[in-house]
Nanobody
Framework: QVQLVESGGGLVQPGGSLRLSCAAS????????MGWYRQAPGKQRELVAT???????DYADFVKGRFTISRDNAKNTVYLQMNSLKPEDTAVYYC??????????WGQGTQVTVSS
């Protein structure tokens, strides 16, 4: 079964940047739309950004203009470049398929903490 491993999180000051990676242990297929999600303490998991096999990319309003999602199908990896980070971006970040019918087991996520 394909496993997802997120990495790249850490502690960063407001206004800083981080680049997250999500590596799949097997093919995530160029047919799957992938997404980055995040979950802050006490809150539900929310969708941050999605990337379809073609060129379609979508962002949640709260990250538009700051985050960039990309994928490398040859490496079975999805990335999230996060710039101009804010304290409210603090959360555990996960990647997974966009459509629930294709959902893979959730990885352990990667912690992003934005604090001065």
């Amino acid at each position: 079964q394909v496993q997802l491993v997120e990495s790249g999180g850490g502690l960063v000051q407001p206004g800083g940047s981080l680049r997250l990676s999500c590596a799949a242990s097997g093919s995530i297929s160029s047919l799957y739309a992938m997404g980055w999600y995040r979950q802050a303490p006490g809150k539900q998991r929310e969708l941050v950004a999605t990337i379809a096999p073609g060129t379609r990319i979508d962002y949640a309003d709260f990250v538009k203009g700051r985050f960039t999602i990309s994928r490398d199908n040859a490496k079975n990896t999805v990335y999230l470049q996060m710039n101009s980070l804010k304290p409210e971006d603090t959360a555990v970040y996960y990647c997974n398929t966009l459509r629930e019918v294709f959902r893979l087991p959730w990885g352990q996520g990667t912690q992003v903490t934005v604090s001065s």
